[in-house]
């Protein structure tokens, strides 16, 4: 079980990678350490009186971690696993955190533009995904674990178009969070701005709360159908559970949000059950995808 664990840990290193990402993002941090990329204001450590350097040097210390972790766990598990599954989610690791990285670095180095920058989350969560998917699929592998029956690929298209359409919600909210239009936001379930008062971000927050709504539903649809399925895929059956509780808490955040007016730690919530969220979501589209052998 040691490579579970490597893959857990790697995977939960990329999660902080994450979650600190946005730490920087909401303190102003980004230029923290200068235009420079990889030393820190031209120097291997940050000047330690000014917190936006130290977190702006730790995001990039983590990421360096992470992508250590990343790349001896894809090792370990092209050459210890065989499945054809491990590799495809190795390719996507090295590519999700090769894409970070690179778009990490450009976002100090040059201005790239709000539609560019909103891209930088849905790219960081393909490597996480992918680990957590390793991960998943090591622990099957170890204990030996497989199930009886096939599923219909109704139900593993569903669990695409709904992984698909989280993602393009996640791009949409990325963007509001890029072009600060979330601070305009007003009134839970329903808008209370005005568009007289905010202009274009009125419509930004109608579209995002829509995507939210969809998402719900999409979800409970999830739940019901994999429902269908639980004596062949009880463990598809309890991740659409614990989905649908995500999604739920996720809703339940952006309350929060709203309410304490973008605060550091409502943030920080709402992108860590988004993470979660898109981890067992991607689990389900594996897993229900793979041919029984």
């Known amino acids: 079980m040691r490579y579970f664990w490597l893959a857990f840990i790697a995977a939960a290193t990329i999660f902080l990678v994450n979650i600190i990402g946005f730490i920087d993002t909401m303190t102003n941090s980004a230029m923290g350490c200068g235009p420079g990329y990889p030393l820190c204001n031209g120097n291997i450590f ?29 090792g370990i598990s092209w050459f210890r696993y065989k499945s054809r599954t491990i590799k495809w989610l190795v390719v996507f ?8 990285s690179t778009l990490g670095a450009l976002t100090v180095m040059i201005a790239l533009s709000p539609l560019l920058l909103a891209a930088h989350l849905g790219i960081a969560l393909i490597s996480f995904s992918a680990l957590f998917n390793i991960a998943y699929v090591i622990y099957q ?56 008062q905010v202009g274009n971000a009125f419509w930004v927050d109608v579209i995002h709360r829509l995507f939210a709504l969809g998402l719900i539903i999409l979800f409970y649809a999830l739940f019901r159908l994999a429902n269908k399925y ?64």
């Open 46 to 74: 940050p000047n330690f009186n000014d917190y936006h350097s130290i977190i702006e040097y730790t995001h990039r210390m983590v990421v360096g971690l992470a992508s250590i972790l990343l790349f001896i766990v894809s």
């Open 93 to 100: 690791a090295i590519i999700g955190i090769l894409g970070e």
């Open 141 to 196: 592998e170890e204990k030996k674990i497989q199930y009886v029956g096939q599923l219909p690929s109704s139900f593993s298209k569903f669990s695409w178009f709904t992984f698909i359409f989280l993602y393009v919600a996640i791009y949409f909210g990325g963007y509001v969070a890029k072009t600060g239009s979330g601070e305009a936001f007003r009134g839970f379930p329903i808008p209370a701005e005005h568009y007289a």
């Open 230 to 293: 639980r004596t062949i895929r009880p463990n598809l059956y309890r991740l659409s559970i614990i989905c649908f509780i995500f999604i739920l808490l996720q809703g339940f955040s952006g309350a929060i949000l709203i309410y304490t007016h973008l605060s550091l730690g409502a943030v920080l919530l709402h992108v860590s059950l988004l993470s979660l969220l898109v981890g067992t979501l991607s689990v389900i589209c594996v897993q229900s995808s793979l041919k029984k052998s």
